[in-house]
């Protein structure tokens, strides 16, 4: 009887426990018959460390999703939605779990607008739980699993979660609306995205035009699965694979199908709560298919942008996948129609056929005696011919790309300005909204994310083309995620504020002169000496080899030296040599800084002495590329401006992977600290890189630097020094690379007459061995930051931008036609 009686009170308390369970603990798990409802803002479910919560997401005042987000983020990052078709009303709508496991939505009228179709007979202790993972599961008995988030992916796919053959992510917008672009295994069970048009689906990742082969994949493995890892890579059965930029353990990630089609992997900044972009699918955004609709042009202003082609206008300014429409029914009369001429510009497939090495009239013909033909793309050199029925997939490019023409029909007569030419300026201003002539770009914001903080548009610009390049090169070049998340702060004007700063000026350390005199060995081992003094070997206990510079000519306080130094220790770039500390003791001013064993670039160059290695082209590109890397963070994006004033293959230091590291850099205000500009008295640089505003009266800009980059591009593909080319041995300097400048420019305006003089420019050591689109790309580069005229010369950015295009263009995957 007592131990009956004992055995009913506890289980009678057990019971209790159990129905209070859901009041006292709703935030660790739902339990079947318990809710969560719409009102109530603590009614979430939150997984075990915090990191995901699940509930009512409020997308509009009274429209809600039943959601999973991050908890971490600044702005709200859903990462799954059950309705997200079919808002719930903010009041009165509630989510409930049932005893045979089944959750269901129901709306405030009790309609049920979602349910997860898990309904077992026999399912055991039923409860909902969201996992640490960020996957929202119903467990039955033993803790099976009955139904899971993970397996109704909706644009984001999480690590550990599967992609399947059954799963796909579909790209949403603002409002969780989905768009048409959508990520999954194709009939030949290879991972593509897709453009889901109304009637007819474009695969356009991976690039359609390459060969199997070329793609990398395996077609026809059943398995048909994929996922991230909690490292940051990602691999799927047909060997689809890429990896984060800060691939490791320990950072929150997610794999996101934008709403402008863009596949794109984020990383979790904890410090700021942000997400920084470590991979992509596409680089530049206009090559996502249908991202400007039928007629329509994406163009680089640089920002992506949809114009529409010369006689066509918006349909629907709000959604620019729509397209444009003809002005003008355009006739079937052969005498009605005309052909406006849209150069570097391309539409993609709807080929009506394909005609190779025929003349620019015969094309011409082909479509204007064919109604349906809407235009034709012309290749000219190759005579390859494109009619087409359709224009969809425009995007016209820089003009050194090598894209074909675009020709296409409009009434006879309409008048088509130069103007109303849709062109890319990927190097041109950046675009101001200006009412006057450029209300023709429409820009769109692509991605239909709020925008919050007022670095809006620097954030949009992020997403665009230079960034977006800059940002694909890192993740190719494999530069740290450090840099990368420091590139992404600083378009958003923060950098300064971060920690990383404040550890990079840690290392900086200042030295005492008795410690330099032991590292040194009393100063025996000189490497080099210059105008600001000369550089000795040392070695230091915490830092190993490093190079010890006594400062010559140092005429300014130690407060002043302190804060040049101050700029000098915040600068870090991997092409950049790294400033360990300072010595200012008495009359002492030193620089310590990394020591490179391979020496300057001079050295090997110019075959001077010891030098067996012989670069090779690509390892002449990258140093070209990363000298201006260089030279474009000391110029843009640094905090304060630092020109450098003597860029010289001396003061290119390569390490043992010929990876280039500029030296000497913000000497030139050490040692003659200007007031406003630099003290333009005294001449910085030398002769054979010198820029004419030296000698003329000209205020010293970043320019100077583009110059004597100019001339180092041109020694690089010539492997010798311009200013030694003169036959004469009095010519000066500057005469002779006035005269090879001309020469060069004189060359690449008959490209097309001689087109084999390329050839005997490079240097001969290379046997021929050399990329020619590459060549006369950087040629044609290094002229124009030889111009006279400072204003005609780009920035270090553009140059770096060009340099990374033509990395690209010379790739196989980015041309717009790659037949
Ligand atoms: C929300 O619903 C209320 C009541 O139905 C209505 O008055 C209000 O206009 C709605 N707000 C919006 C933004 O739709
Ligand atoms: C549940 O089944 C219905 C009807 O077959 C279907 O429309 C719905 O998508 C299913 N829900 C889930 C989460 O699979
Ligand atoms: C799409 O399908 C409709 C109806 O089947 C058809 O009339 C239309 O021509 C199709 N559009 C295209 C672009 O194929
Ligand atoms: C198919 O993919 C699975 C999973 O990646 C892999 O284990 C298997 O070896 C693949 N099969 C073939 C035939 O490649
Ligand atoms: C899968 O990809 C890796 C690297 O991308 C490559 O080395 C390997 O050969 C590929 N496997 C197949 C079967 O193509
Ligand atoms: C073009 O032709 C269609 C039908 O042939 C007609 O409905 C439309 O109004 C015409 N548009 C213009 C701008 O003339």
Not at 298 to 311: E, H, I, K
Not at 693 to 720: Q, R
Request: glycine residues 8%; proline residues 4%; aromatic residues 10%.
């Amino acid at each position: 009887m007592n131990e009956s009686s004992a055995a009913a009170s506890s289980y009678l308390l057990l019971t209790l426990i159990i129905h209070l369970l859901p009041f006292v603990s709703a935030h660790d798990f739902l339990s079947a018959g318990s809710s969560l409802s719409v009102e109530h803002s603590s009614d979430v479910l939150h997984s075990q460390d915090g990191t995901f919560t699940c509930g009512f997401y409020r997308i509009s005042p009274n429209a809600s999703t039943f959601s999973i987000w991050f908890s971490g983020s600044s702005e709200r990052t859903v990462v799954w939605s059950a309705n997200p078709l079919h808002p719930v009303y903010t009041w009165g709508s509630k989510v409930e779990l049932d005893a045979d496991g089944s959750m269901v939505l129901k709306d405030y009228n009790g309609q049920i607008v979602w349910t997860n179709n898990a309904s077992v007979s026999d399912a055991g202790h039923v409860q909902a739980r969201l996992l640490g993972t960020g996957n929202l599961a119903v467990e039955g008995r033993g803790g099976a699993i009955l139904w899971q988030s993970f397996d109704s992916p909706t644009d984001t796919l999480l690590p550990t979660q599967r992609i399947t053959a059954s799963t796909k992510l579909v790209s949403t917008n603002r409002l969780l609306v989905p768009g048409h672009y959508s990520f999954r295994f194709d009939d030949q069970y290879l991972l593509s995205l897709f453009d889901d048009e109304k009637n007819i689906s474009f695969i356009y990742w991976p690039n359609p035009r390459m060969t199997i082969w070329a793609k990398g994949r395996v077609q026809f493995n059943s398995t048909m699965s994929g996922a991230l890892d909690t490292l940051g890579h990602f691999l799927a059965s047909d060997n689809a694979t890429f990896t984060a930029a800060d691939w490791g353990p320990g950072i929150m990630r997610r794999l996101t199908l934008d709403y402008d089609g863009n596949l794109r992997l984020y990383s979790l900044n904890v410090a700021d709560r942000t997400w920084s972009v470590t991979w992509m699918a596409f680089p530049q955004l206009c090559n996502v298919h249908g991202l400007c609709g039928e007629n329509g042009i994406c163009v680089y202003t640089p920002v992506p942008a949809c114009a529409c082609a010369p006689g066509f206008e918006v349909i629907d300014p709000s959604e620019r996948s729509k397209g444009c429409r003809p002005k003008t029914n355009i006739s079937c009369d052969v005498e009605k129609v005309d052909f406006a001429k849209l150069p570097h510009t391309d539409f993609l497939g709807y080929d009506m056929t394909a005609h190779h090495s025929v003349s620019l009239d015969f094309c011409k013909k082909e479509c204007l005696h064919d109604c349906n033909c809407k235009g034709f793309a012309y290749w000219e050199g190759i005579g390859d011919c494109y009619p087409k029925s359709v224009l969809v997939g425009g995007v016209t490019l820089q003009n050194f790309a090598s894209t074909g023409t675009m020709y296409i029909k409009i009434p006879n007569g309409l008048q088509v300005l130069d103007a109303s030419i849709p062109q890319s300026q990927p190097f041109g201003p950046k675009y101001s909204p200006d009412c006057g002539t450029t209300n023709r770009y429409f820009i769109a914001d692509f991605l239909d994310k709020l925008k919050r903080d007022h670095s809006g548009s620097k954030y949009l610009y992020f997403y665009g083309f230079l960034s977006a390049i800059f940002l694909a090169e890192v993740v190719f070049v494999g530069l740290g995620w450090f840099i990368l998340r420091r590139e992404y702060r600083e378009l958003r004007g923060v950098w300064p504020a971060e920690p990383g700063y404040e550890m990079i000026a840690n290392h900086f350390r200042r030295y005492a002169y008795r410690e330099l005199v032991t590292a040194t060995r009393k100063f025996k081992d000189e490497l080099g000496r210059g105008a600001s003094g000369i550089v000795y070997k040392g070695v230091l206990e915490d830092k190993g080899a490093v190079a010890v510079k006594k400062l010559a000519e140092i005429n300014q306080s130690e407060e002043e030296f302190r804060h040049e130094l101050s700029v000098i220790s915040m600068i870090n770039h991997m092409n950049l040599v790294r400033v360990w500390g300072y010595c200012s003791d008495g009359p002492h001013r030193i620089l310590v800084s990394e020591c490179f064993e391979n020496g300057s670039l001079d050295k090997i160059l110019f075959g001077s002495k010891g030098s067996e290695i012989l670069l090779g082209w690509k390892q002449r590109f990258d140093i070209a590329l990363g000298v201006a890397r260089g030279l474009a963070y000391l110029h843009h994006e640094c905090s304060e401006w630092v020109i450098h004033c003597d860029v010289k293959p001396e003061n290119i230091l390569l390490d043992e992977n010929l990876v280039p590291k500029i030296a000497d850099f913000g000497l030139a205000k050490l040692l003659n600290r200007g007031r406003s500009n630099l003290n333009v008295s005294k001449i910085q640089g030398t002769r054979g890189y010198l820029a004419p505003e030296w000698v003329s009266s000209l205020p010293i800009t970043a320019k100077v630097d583009v110059y004597s980059f100019g001339v180092v591009l041109l020694e690089l593909l010539i492997g010798a020094r311009v200013s030694n080319m003169g036959n004469d041995e009095d010519v000066e300097a500057e005469m002779v690379l006035g005269r090879v400048s001309r020469l060069v420019k004189e060359k690449l305006q008959s490209d097309d007459t001689e087109p084999s003089w390329i050839a005997d420019f490079i240097d001969s050591r290379l046997n021929g061995d050399f990329n020619n689109l590459q060549a006369r790309i950087m040629m044609r580069l290094s002229i124009s930051c030889l111009e006279e005229d400072r204003d005609r010369r780009p920035t270090m950015e553009n140059a770096v931008q060009i340099l990374v295009l033509t990395e690209d263009v010379s790739g196989a995957n980015v041309m717009v036609r790659a037949t």
